[in-house]
Nanobody, 130 residues
Framework: QVQLVESGGGSVQAGGSLRLSCVAS????????MGWFRQAPGKQREGVAA????????YIVDSVVGRFTISQDNANNTLYLRMNSLKPEDTAMYYC???????????????????????WGQGTQVTVSS
């Protein structure tokens, strides 16, 4: 059973930066898709970024490309989301997700698969003020 624990959220002013972390436990050696989703009040959950842990293939959605970066630290089973140049519209609860996959799935494919992800964290709040 994979468990995911997010941290790193907080309140920042527009233009600021945050780094979210997601520590995973209960892994096997199988490649996983891991990623970040966010949900703002009154809106649907949306995918932000994803990575194939076996190949390190990544995908970032257009709305945050150039500002957000997804990365992993395999030695510490940790997924990161570096967020720069934050905007008020980035305000949301951010969730880490994971699911078994294969090395033939790219970053974009991972984000699609994770919509029905097997494992989810409890979320970490990001609030950006103007």
């Amino acid at each position: 059973q994979v468990q995911l624990v997010e941290s790193g959220g907080g309140s920042v002013q527009a233009g600021g930066s945050l780094r979210l972390s997601c520590v995973a436990s209960g892994y096997t050696d199988s490649p996983y898709c891991m990623g970040w989703f966010r949900q703002a009040p009154g809106k649907q959950r949306e995918g932000v970024a994803a990575i194939n842990t076996g190949t390190s293939a990544t995908y970032i959605v257009d709305s945050v490309v150039g500002r957000f970066t997804i990365s992993q630290d395999n030695a510490n089973n940790t997924l990161y989301l570096r967020m720069n140049s934050l905007k008020p519209e980035d305000t949301a609860m951010y969730y880490c997700a994971a699911g078994r996959s294969s090395r033939y799935v790219g970053g974009a494919g991972c984000l699609i698969q994770l919509r029905g992800g097997d494992y989810w964290g409890q979320g970490t709040q990001v609030t950006v003020s103007s």
